[in-house]
């Protein structure tokens, strides 16, 4: 992998453009993104996947086999920019070409993608009205364990109003005062 800061962001440039032609080719740019965020979490929290595609004993064309396995169903330029990542050792670069292919999607499209988690589905008139009124594009989540309330995060900040986090924060100021 490329340790020369300018090749690195040159480089993950050229991915991140060369899946975004893709993706409007396709008609596929949001849900994209989407795909890269998923690929770039699983690679990062799987060791044992980790560990495979950046091992140099495996070929690299092994590698990418692997990729093509493990993520198939994803969208086919996801899978092979990853196989050329994996392929070209560079494995390690896919969080950044993820995060360049949003900025270029974004702009694109001319909104910003926001990830919302809430309990339950967002029914269509509050997604509408959240889209509307914040130019965005939403990734939406639903996650049981915030008992209520939203989070949202979008380019790694983050708004939690969930009621799960306002009781630990009702909590620990409780065990403070004690």
């Known amino acids: 992998m490329p340790t020369d800061r300018t090749v690195i962001r040159k480089a993950t440039g050229i991915y991140a453009q060369t899946l975004l032609d893709a993706a409007k080719a396709e008609g596929t740019v949001f849900e994209v993104s989407g795909q890269l965020e998923q690929v770039s979490k699983a ?6 996947l980790r560990a495979t595609l950046t091992d140099r004993t495996i070929p690299g064309a092994t590698r990418a086999g692997i990729v093509k396995e493990v993520f198939n169903g994803f969208n086919a330029s996801v899978v092979e920019v990853l196989g050329v990542l994996v392929d070209r050792e560079e494995i390690d670069m896919l969080p950044r070409v993820a995060e360049s292919y ?24 509050l997604r509408d009205s959240i889209k ?3 130019c965005v594009m939403l990734r939406e989540h639903v996650d049981a364990s915030l008992v209520g309330g939203i989070i949202l995060s ?3 900040s983050k708004v939690d109003a969930s ?4 009781l630990d924060k009702a909590r620990l100021a409780l065990a403070a005062g004690l």
């Open 43 to 48: 690679v990062r929290a799987n060791m044992e």
């Open 102 to 125: 949003v900025y270029l999607a974004e702009e694109e499209l001319g909104a910003v993608f926001i990830d919302v988690t809430t309990v339950v589905e967002l029914d269509d008139a």
């Open 132 to 134: 509307k009124k914040y």
């Open 154 to 156: 979008s380019h790694g």
């Open 163 to 166: 009621v799960v986090t306002q």
